[in-house]
């Protein structure tokens, strides 16, 4: 037990279990869509969300890294020899996977990069200073489920576009949907989680402008919402009820374990966690379809 605990911390301060997350939901995209799944897409998806939130970790690196109170930035920084063969060993996959994309996906993936980096780069002004989009009130959250949406579903999309392979708009619409509800319901525990440093930081995100309650209920409604959403989405019987289990695990989850104690930080990880389990609960049950 100890073993795996200490697994699944080093998982998240390498990013690993992030990357595997985007991995798995890149390839729930494909049975969703009912096509074989594009391994070279997948393995670009986990490459480069790992190499960017590798180098978010770099840019927001404090003068002070290793006195930290946070265990997560203390471990970063005292192993970074890890951060740095991780990175090379994902610019090597991701460079040998993008000579297999089309130029479209190439190019979509350029776009999706620059919608990640507007998340921290000052580019916009509010209140008469230069601030990236994680400072303007609200909109955190709402960007990264967009980014996430754009790079697990809409590149996979430009992708059989490419080939000749089209996939009916209702069904493409309606995972963009789910799946940005998704991301909200998986990243809203985070914020909740981080009220007090947040507001230290002056970063105004949903939870600091709801109130932690509140959050907490929108969270649930959410969940509620989505669970509607995949009985009457364009998906195969089996595909539906692997999201609802999922989503019925993610419930309990929050109710156990990530709602009920601010005394373990990173429990809230677990919800990294499910973007996996979800992938490989549809997988299961396609088994026994």
């Known amino acids: 037990m100890l073993f795996l605990r200490k697994i699944f911390y080093i998982s998240i301060y390498t ?10 939901q890149c390839a729930l995209t494909y049975i969703i869509f009912e096509r074989p799944i594009n391994l070279y897409i997948v393995l ?28 997560r930035t203390r471990w970063i920084f005292n192993n970074e020899w890890v951060m740095w063969l991780n990175n090379v060993i994902a610019l090597i996959v991701l460079g040998y996977c993008l000579l297999h994309i089309h130029l479209y996906s190439f190019l979509f993936l350029g776009f999706i990069g620059i919608l990640s980096l507007l998340y921290g780069m000052p580019l916009f002004t509010f209140h008469n200073r230069k601030v990236g989009l994680r400072q303007i009130p609200g909109a955190k959250i709402f960007h990264i489920a967009l980014v996430w949406v754009c790079s697990s579903v809409v590149l996979p999309y430009v992708e ?19 799946k940005f509800i998704f991301l909200i319901i998986c990243t809203l525990p985070f914020d909740i989680r981080d009220i007090q440093q947040d507001s230290y930081y002056h970063l105004r995100t949903l939870p600091n402008m709801l109130g932690e309650q509140k959050a907490k ?3 649930y409604s959410l969940l509620l919402l989505h669970s509607l959403l995949i009985l009457v989405a364009p998906y195969l019987l089996w595909i539906k009820l692997g999201l609802i289990l999922t989503n019925i695990l993610i419930y309990a989850l929050l109710k156990l374990a990530v709602f009920k104690t601010k005394d373990h930080y990173h429990y ?11 992938f490989l609960i549809v997988v299961l049950f396609k088994s026994f379809s």
Do not use: H
């Not at 990013?15 to 798995?24: D, E, F, P, R």
């Not at 404090?62 to 109170?69: A, F, G, I, L, T």
């Not at 059989?160 to 789910?178: E, P, Q």
């Open 44 to 71: 670009v998806e986990g490459t480069a969300t790992l190499l960017l939130y590798n180098f978010s970790l770099w840019w927001s690196k404090p003068k002070n890294p290793k006195e930290s109170n946070f265990a």
């Open 268 to 278: 809230a990880y677990l919800l990294d966690g499910s973007l996996v389990l979800q």
């Open 160 to 178: 059989l576009f490419n080939i000749g392979d089209t996939i009916a708009r209702w069904v493409f619409a309606a995972l963009c949907v789910l």
């Open 15 to 24: 990013n690993i279990l992030i990357a595997l997350a985007a991995m798995a």
């Open 217 to 219: 209920n929108l969270t």
